[in-house]
């Protein structure tokens, strides 16, 4: 007569079999967000902090993808690319106006004016066109590439406030160098003329590296979370969370950024 009776292992084996749909679940949400703060963690290190709040800025957030997948990613926080122009950055920016348009019609030939003549600095732009009739694009400079833009500016200013004048649009009042609304900060330009060196600036690799890294960054990951799958008895995957959610249109203003640092 035999006795035959399950090996007690056999119970968490299946145990874990009743587990893995979850298991496994909770190792799709949780590696992007892991390999992200890591990657975010070696980027932050070699990172230059000549950039005005970078790269603290950044933040490790999901946006709502397509066919129930979220895609987690390395991004600012919507607020960053809008800033009010303050008296310390008067030598260092230079604004570009980009002129709206209502189907075919642009909205102020004053601000078409404006746009022939891109870029402007602060104390040269001759009027200020609202939101409704143009978006002002600043950018941060050096001092030495803002200064022969402003004279060029300044050489052109009178012939360019008579054509104005004559669309029946008020001049700015002399000595007003900072702007009553804010502008678009173009935060990509800032990063990018650093991370590849354009002269004057030095540069600062940090993206680069960072994505060369990725493949080693996940598999690291990915052995950290082996046990999720494999071992009945590590419940840590019982623990995931949630990021927080950004707006899908977050993805417009990084895409071109991350087409150019990633193709490299």
């Known amino acids: 007569m035999f006795t035959i009776t399950a090996f007690?292992?056999?119970?968490?084996?299946?145990?874990?079999?009743?587990?893995?749909?979850?298991?496994?679940?909770?190792?799709?949400?949780?590696?992007?967000?892991?390999?992200?703060?890591?990657?975010?963690?070696?980027?932050?290190s070699k990172a230059p902090s000549s950039i005005k709040g970078y790269p603290d800025m950044l933040e490790v957030k999901t946006v709502p993808g397509i066919k129930g997948w979220d895609v987690t990613g390395v991004i600012p926080p919507g607020w960053v690319f809008s800033q009010r122009l303050r008296s310390v950055d008067v030598s260092r920016t230079v604004?570009?106006?980009?002129?709206?348009?209502t189907g075919k019609e642009v909205v102020s030939e004053a601000a078409v004016v404006l746009s022939r003549h891109n870029p402007w600095t602060m104390d040269t732009l001759p009027y200020e066109p609202s939101?409704?009739?143009?978006?002002?694009?600043?950018?941060?400079?050096?001092?030495?590439?803002?200064?022969?833009?402003?004279?060029?500016?300044?050489?052109?200013?009178?012939?360019?406030?008579?054509?104005?004048?004559?669309?029946?649009?008020?001049?700015?009042?002399?000595?007003?160098?900072?702007?009553?609304?804010?502008?678009?900060?173009?935060?990509?330009?800032?990063?990018?003329?650093?991370?590849?060196?354009?002269?004057?600036?030095?540069?600062?690799?940090?993206?680069?590296?960072?994505?060369?890294a990725l493949p080693k960054t996940s598999e690291h990951v990915f052995k950290q979370l082996f046990g999720w799958?494999?071992?009945?008895?590590?419940?840590r995957y019982t623990g995931v969370s949630n990021l927080q959610v950004e707006k899908p249109s977050i993805v417009k203003r990084v895409q071109?950024?991350?087409?150019?640092?990633?193709?490299?």
């Not at 604004?95 to 348009?101: A, I």
């Not at 008020?170 to 003329?193: C, H, N, T, W, Y």
């Not at 071109?256 to 490299?264: A, E, G, N, R």
């Open 8 to 44: 007690p292992k056999n119970k968490e084996v299946l145990r874990l079999m009743d587990e893995w749909e979850e298991r496994i679940a909770a190792i799709v949400q949780v590696m992007p967000q892991l390999v992200a703060r890591r990657f975010l963690d070696q980027l932050s």
């Open 95 to 101: 604004l570009y106006v980009r002129p709206r348009t």
């Open 131 to 212: 939101r409704r009739e143009a978006s002002i694009l600043s950018r941060t400079v050096t001092e030495l590439e803002a200064q022969p833009i402003e004279s060029a500016r300044r050489r052109e200013l009178d012939a360019v406030r008579a054509e104005i004048r004559d669309l029946g649009v008020q001049m700015r009042p002399k000595g007003k160098v900072l702007l009553s609304r804010r502008a678009s900060r173009d935060l990509a330009f800032e990063i990018l003329r650093t991370e590849f060196g354009y002269p004057p600036v030095t540069g600062v690799a940090h993206w680069r590296p960072a994505i060369h």
């Open 229 to 235: 799958f494999a071992n009945p008895g590590d419940s």
């Open 256 to 264: 071109k950024f991350q087409d150019l640092v990633s193709s490299t």
